[in-house]
């Protein structure tokens, strides 16, 4: 199975300020479309998780443009330009190339300093 | 609008059996690919399972396999998670979520039913 590697695992982060949190596969997430398969989830307290962002980059439709994703092969960071006090916390990210199964990160959560 | 609804979550004595459901609405349910996907209590997510369209093809996570079985009902709206010999490694909230397309994670996702394994 794919082991994915998210971090930091706790990020403490000022209100407006940028911040970014980086995903490690134990192999590459290139598809042999030449698609990469890298999706990020967001977890409010108390809520069900969310779609961010699929295929690496893509952000799901109501996603603010303050969020977005990068990366290839097997390094992928989400990252968030100016943090609001709503992005406070769990990301995960999730790797969909080598399924069965999906395999998701430790998670990152995200708190306000 | 996208729901899903979950329920048969419960207490759950080791070794015992529980059947989740999840109802689906605002879309055509034989058009997705469907998944339950686990959160152990303050722990993380994991993939449990899912299955195409027409119920042809289901996959399941290695620590499930032989133990739970995913199925669904279309004329229902209908999916399903049927477990049996449940252990303490089991207990979580189970989540019913849909597939955009498989590779993609799934884009919508329920409340959540709890399963609680203990004696």
């Known amino acids: 199975d794919v082991v994915m590697t998210q971090s930091p695992l706790s990020l403490p982060v000022t209100l407006g300020q940028p911040a970014s949190i980086s995903c490690r596969s134990s192999?590459?997430?290139?598809?042999?479309?030449?698609?990469?398969?890298l999706n990020w989830f967001q977890q409010r307290p108390g809520q069900s998780p969310r779609r961010l962002i699929y295929?690496?980059?893509k952000r799901d439709s109501g996603v603010p443009d303050r969020f977005s994703g990068s990366g290839s092969g097997t390094d992928f960071t989400l990252k968030i330009s100016r943090v609001e006090a709503e992005d406070v916390g769990v990301y995960y990210c999730?790797?969909?190339?080598?399924?069965?199964?999906?395999?998701f990160g430790q998670g990152t959560k995200l708190e306000i300093k | 609008e996208v729901q899903l609804l979950e329920s048969g979550g419960g207490l759950v004595q080791p070794g015992g059996s529980l059947r989740l459901s999840c109802t689906a609405s605002g879309f055509i349910f034989s058009n997705y690919w469907m998944t339950w996907l686990r959160q152990a209590p303050g722990k993380g997510l994991e993939w449990v399972a899912n299955?195409?369209?027409?119920?042809?093809?289901?996959y399941y996570v290695d620590s499930v396999k032989g133990r739970f079985t995913i199925s669904r009902d279309n004329a229902k709206n209908s999916l399903y998670l049927q477990m049996n010999s449940v252990g303490a490694e089991d207990t979580a909230m189970y989540y019913c979520?849909?597939?955009?397309?498989?590779?993609?994670?799934?884009?919508?996702w329920g409340q959540g039913t709890l399963v609680t394994v203990s004696a």
């Open positions: 979520a849909r597939d955009e397309y498989p590779h993609y994670g799934s884009n919508y």
């Open positions: 295929k690496v980059s």
């Open positions: 999730m790797q969909g190339t080598h399924w069965p199964p999906y395999t």
């Open positions: 299955i195409k369209e027409d119920g042809s093809q289901k």
């Open positions: 192999q590459s997430l290139v598809y042999s479309d030449g698609n990469t398969f």
